[in-house]
T-cell receptor
Framework: AQKVTQAQTEISVVEKEDVTLDCVYE???????LFWYKQPPSGELVFLIR??????QNEISGRYSWNFQKSTSSFNFTITASQVVDSAVYFC????????????FGTGTRLTIIP | EPEVTQTPSHQVTQMGQEVILRCVPI?????FYWYRQILGQKVEFLVS????????KSEIFDDQFSVERPDGSNFTLKIRSTKLEDSAMYFC?????????????????FGPGTRLTVL
């Protein structure tokens, strides 16, 4: 069975600090997809990134970066120079390799940026 | 990417009543999903729907739940006899059609959700 663990329940940092959100996954599939979603206080789920299991290149998008390491089954998310608007719950999710399959979510990390 | 719209945004109902939650795709996607999120908890998969059929469902999706796409556009989730524990945010999601002969595509984009409160 698939499983996603986000061990950090809540994190608070002062604005402009960097912060890393951890995600560890378990799957028996050799092909799979990993995702991060953001849930701001308004409640919607906003897609941030998708990564397939064959692509271990790290990715950077503005202040966001993702570190995928198959050796440790981790897909960590770093926000550089955090801003108050980054305050949200962040979910890591996993789906198996055939796409369009169900997402298994972690329990989420609540990030609070202190101005 | 355009998402989906969901109606109503908030539904309050009495225990034992039937509710229908609606999801309206903006464009003509083939894959649809329902997830729920009990307050303060993680997002849980309920059911996936492809080509007008259920493709997968979770243990949560018991006989009290049903889905359909009655008019080829709206995608509905029906709860026949609501329980207190059905109170949650219900999210509809969509993804692109699977590429023929290739790997599955794709990212699931979520609607804004319907908050269901069962009294």
């Amino acid at each position: 069975a698939q499983k996603v663990t986000q061990a950090q329940t809540e994190i608070s940092v002062v604005e402009k600090e960097d912060v890393t959100l951890d995600c560890v996954y378990e799957t028996r599939d050799t092909t799979y997809y990993l995702f991060w979603y953001k849930q701001p206080p308004s409640g919607e789920l906003v897609f941030l990134i998708r990564r397939n299991s064959f692509d271990e290149q790290n990715e950077i998008s503005g202040r966001y970066s993702w570190n995928f390491q198959k050796s440790t089954s981790s897909f960590n998310f770093t926000i550089t120079a955090s801003q108050v608007v980054d305050s949200a719950v962040y979910f890591c999710a996993l789906s198996d390799g055939f796409g369009n399959e169900k997402l298994t979510f972690g329990t989420g990390t609540r990030l609070t940026i202190i101005p | 990417e355009p998402e989906v719209t969901q109606t109503p945004s908030h539904q309050v109902t009495q225990m034992g009543q039937e509710v229908i939650l609606r999801c309206v795709p903006i464009s003509n996607h083939l894959y649809f999903y329902w997830y729920r999120q009990i307050l303060g908890q993680k997002v849980e998969f309920l059911v996936s729907f492809y080509n007008n059929e259920i493709s997968e469902k979770s243990e949560i999706f018991d006989d009290q739940f049903s889905v359909e796409r009655p008019d080829g556009s709206n995608f509905t989730l029906k709860i026949r006899s609501t329980k207190l524990e059905d109170s949650a945010m219900y999210f509809c999601a969509r993804s692109s059609a699977r590429l023929a002969g290739g790997p599955g595509t794709d990212t699931q984009y979520f609607g804004p959700g319907t908050r269901l409160t069962v009294l």
